[in-house]
């Protein structure tokens, strides 16, 4: 499910990049370069080639084949093929965020920053929308392009957009505060703080720490925004103005109640003494919740309230992201097998609790491992399991760390391992890591019972 980088018109003269960057021209110095790629199969005639290095590829590999380009982006001491100009950087990746950093500043117009252990894409998405329905042009951040090359590479595309809304994403100590330095958001968004990607960051106390550092980027007149139900956001000083959204009463933006069903979430937010009802198509605590940080994105922005809450029910669950999916016999789907951390099992097992319990049903769920969780994992399943024993699920766990925790539940090694069996009014929730496969589940299990409705 990975996510094409988009193309882009940026421009830049090369004296401009080696000032930049600090870099040591190569060849002839007088052009000027357009559309930058991290990509030699797409970049541009007349384009700036930039020659990342990672461990299971290398762009300058592949610089005999961009002579095209007006440009290459290249690594120090590395050979350039001739009749190519070239820009030398001690470093590639920081160099194109350095230029993505200059192309937004010349841009000129805010960035909505978002970060959180969860809730980042659908609070991304539904702040875009809500923007967009106060009638903005707004850039946002495709499918999963949250981090060092995708967030460079998304600001890069940035032309005559009001507003941008990007996504940050993190699995190691530093990404984020890099991510906030490129971007220079005037509005930083943090969902939550949990035990996700906790075998780079440390504890939940160093994740805190990391996704702190997009609100500590901002400035006194710009606006940090917290979810106040998160003790840990809620106790943290910030360096802006402070907008708070949740459940509690003196939040900014309140989460009044929500409703669950199969046609969403039904849910009333309060903001500045209004009360605006919302028919979000998407599910849960989670999308409610996202919903009211996307209307105090809009507080922030000064733009009209109730024409974006109009705008949150525009958005679709995309695929693999808490999906509702009907087969043929009844049985419902929840497919939310994108990604998985602690923090969103538990609102994902909540909300097919409810709906199995509004249809009369059981609730069954495959359970697949949650990764990079370090010296939390056995701890982090064991959590995830009991929780989903007490709201009464038949569970089959897949992968090893959920298998470690099996107390009698059905434990197999891999998603072409599991078997299901269900009645028509069942819920069956398929989460796991993007790596468990557990796609293949849900097309398995549609099948079996006569396809998709």
Known sequence: ???????????????????????????????????????????????????????????????AQVTHAGAALVQKGREVPAGLAAVAVDDTLDALGVLAQAHRIRWGNPVVGITGSA???????????????????VA???????????????????????????????????????????ALPEVAIVTLVDAAHTAGLGSVDDVLVEKAALLGILDDEDVGIVNGDDARLRALALPSERLEYGTHED????????????????????VAGETHEVALKLLGRGAALAGAAALAAVVAL???VAAAAA???????????????????????????????????RLALETAAGLAKARGGKLRAVLGDMKELGELESRMHRAVVTGARARGAELVLVGPAMAAVA?????????????????????LL?????????EAVVDAVLAAGGGEA
């Open 140 to 182: 946002a951040t495709q499918g999963n392009l949250n981090n060092l090359i995708g967030v460079p590479m998304t600001l890069l595309t940035l032309t005559g957009e009001d507003l941008a809304v990007i996504e940050m994403g993190t699995s190691a100590p530093g990404e984020i505060e890099a991510l906030a330095a490129i």
């Open 251 to 270: 939040a900014d933006v309140r989460l009044l109640g929500f409703e669950v069903s199969e046609a969403g979430t039904a849910a009333r937010y309060a």
């Open 407 to 427: 107390d009698g539940e059905t434990a197999v090694a891999g998603a072409a391992e599991v078997e299901i069996t269900a009645g028509a009014s069942d819920v």
């Open 430 to 438: 398929v989460k796991g890591s993007r790596s468990m496969g557990l």
């Open 1 to 63: 499910m990975s996510t094409p980088i988009p193309q882009n018109r940026a421009s830049f003269t090369l004296a401009e990049i080696v000032e930049l960057t600090e870099g040591e021209l190569i060849g002839d110095g007088t052009g000027t370069v357009t559309g930058v790629s991290t990509d030699s199969r797409a970049v541009p005639a007349g384009g700036l080639f930039v020659a990342l290095s990672g461990e299971r590829f290398d762009g300058h590999d592949f610089l």
């Open 311 to 345: 705008g949150l029910g525009e958005v679709t669950p995309v695929a693999g992201r808490m999906r509702l999916r009907h087969r043929a016999d009844g049985l419902l789907i929840v497919d939310d097998v994108y990604n998985a951390n602690p923090a969103s099992m």
């Open 119 to 137: 809730g980042k894409t659908t609070t991304k998405e539904l702040t875009a929308a809500a923007l967009r329905a106060t009638g903005a042009t």
């Open 302 to 304: 000064g733009r009209d």
